[in-house]
């Protein structure tokens, strides 16, 4: 069988899947909230050999010249999505089912009609927004998360902005006698096109750059909704947790994943840990309105903590980390960051060892340390770790554009952190400092969930 029908085969199989799993048609004229039954595991693996399997296919069957021109022009798409958001189109279209003419769309938003026009058709053409009948245009599939209401739209204007822009000066940095070889916040393609002296999170606490922070807080809900962050919570085998098991949230700002994790397991026991200020917030304002039966039945305890500086709370089952091997210090200061999201892949390995070697101190012999982040991979097998799931054949071991989001996240933290998201052997070797070892690697969305044990302890999976 030739590679092109190997991945034709591939993707009628995981069609196949995605079809058996759902019990509506998948069209992109729907404007329906996200369908629950494309999270599942199944589901989720299909859709990344569908997404690598076609990226795959495209560029083995059409002229190279052809595929080149197209991603030389690919910067098109997220600056016409900045401009529909930044003019709320999408919100302009919520309550218009026939749609609207764009004389009209141009009118409410106080733009030239002729230069939305073409702006809508790229991205109709690109299957955001649905051209109906020449010029009259509809909310669609894609669209819809793009609403004012939604974080993905706030993601949207932080990535085509201050990203986007910052990127331009990635090879002007990379060549810089002095940014090139840094690795300091402040040393970054964001410094050489902002021309701000300080990192970007010390920007973001600025007069200056306030909004703008202010708004990458709330991007990073968004960040959480699209890679399905809170997948953890059917791929980890809670349930087998014995009643009143101790999980202890560490730096998980407001609790978004604990409260969930509550709901789902209501038989064990949680404690938040964060910073003074996020740790009051959590407290008195957001779960006594979002899950006061919780604080109730006294569920749910609130500790604050510096987790470089000190210890978590001592004896815990499970000590849970989403992206706390990921944030720079300066940013942990700042009010905005409530949902304690971006955290170790801005962390340079020092800080990550002492973060992880300060909650190795308080664990007993069958806890377990959980990390969630993105676990990248090569895009070759050879020396690749043991456990690290390879996607089949002939697609690239690591998904390619199946996983994409993991190599663009990483391009993001060069660019305005200097920073970056870690491969397996990475997480081993982090941990092998503190004295953990690696357990086991589970898949939770986009991300992955590095399970640490102490390195002398028996490591049978703590929830199988």
């Known amino acids: 069988m030739s590679q092109l029908s190997k991945l034709l085969a591939l993707i009628n199989n995981a069609t196949k899947v995605i079809e058996a799993q759902t019990s509506t048609d998948l069209s992109l004229d729907k404007t329906t909230t996200e369908n629950d039954a494309l999270s599942t595991p199944e589901v989720r693996e299909a859709i990344r050999i569908i997404e ?23 910067y098109s798409e ?17 309550d218009e089912p026939q749609g609207l003419h764009v004389s009209e769309i141009a009118r409410r938003a106080n733009v030239d009609q002729g230069k939305l ?110 890679i399905a962050a809170l997948s953890v919570i059917n791929e980890y085998p809670w349930a087998k947790l014995p009643p009143g098991s101790i999980v202890d949230d560490l730096g998980g700002g407001d609790g978004s994943i604990t409260m969930e994790l509550y709901k789902a397991h209501p038989h064990l026991q949680y404690i938040l840990q964060d910073l003074p200020q996020v740790i009051s917030r959590a407290e008195n304002e957001i779960w006594p309105t979002q899950a006061p039966q919780a ?8 500790e604050p903590v510096d987790f470089l500086k000190e210890t978590p709370v001592p004896g815990c089952d499970i000590y849970y980390l989403k992206n706390v091997m990921s944030v720079t210090p300066c940013c942990s200061k700042l009010s905005f960051f409530k949902d304690g999201f971006l955290r170790s892949h801005d962390w340079p390995n020092k800080e990550c060892i002492q973060i992880l070697s300060n909650v190795r101190a308080v664990m007993k012999p069958g806890s377990r ?8 991979q090569h895009t070759t097998s050879e020396g690749i770790d043991a456990g690290v799931k390879i996607a089949p ?41 503190a004295g953990l070892k690696i357990v086991k690697v589970w898949d939770s969305g986009d991300t992955g969930l590095v399970e640490f044990a102490i390195e002398d302890a028996d490591i049978g999976m703590k929830g199988a």
């Open 393 to 433: 054949e002939p697609l690239l071991p690591n998904y390619g554009e199946g996983r994409i989001n993991a190599y663009n996240l990483d391009l993001d933290m060069m660019v305005m952190a200097n920073s970056q998201e870690r491969y397996q052997e990475d997480f081993a070797k982090l941990g092998e400092e």
């Open 52 to 74: 690598g399997a076609c990226a795959q296919l495209v560029a083995s069957v059409a002229r190279p010249s052809h595929t080149i021109l197209n991603k030389i022009f690919a």
């Open 117 to 226: 026009a073409r702006i809508m058709r790229l991205l109709a053409t690109k299957h955001c927004f649905r051209e109906v009948k020449p010029d009259i245009f509809v909310n669609n599939r894609l669209s819809i998360q793009l609403l004012s209401t939604n974080a993905l739209s706030d993601l949207a204007l932080h990535i085509t902005d201050e990203v986007a822009k910052s990127a331009t000066m990635l090879i002007e940095t990379l060549t810089d006698p002095d940014m090139g070889p840094s690795y300091s916040p402040n040393k970054t393609p964001f410094n050489k096109y902002s021309g701000y002296p300080g990192s970007a999170f010390e920007y973001f606490g600025t007069d200056a750059g306030l909004a703008k922070g202010a708004r990458f807080g709330r991007a990073m809900k968004g960040w959480g909704q699209g």
């Open 295 to 302: 604080l109730k039945d006294h569920k749910i305890v609130f």
């Open 78 to 94: 997220p600056a016409c999505i900045r401009a529909v958001v930044t003019l709320k189109v999408p919100d302009l279209l919520l």
């Open 369 to 376: 340390v959980l990390v969630q982040e993105y676990v990248l």
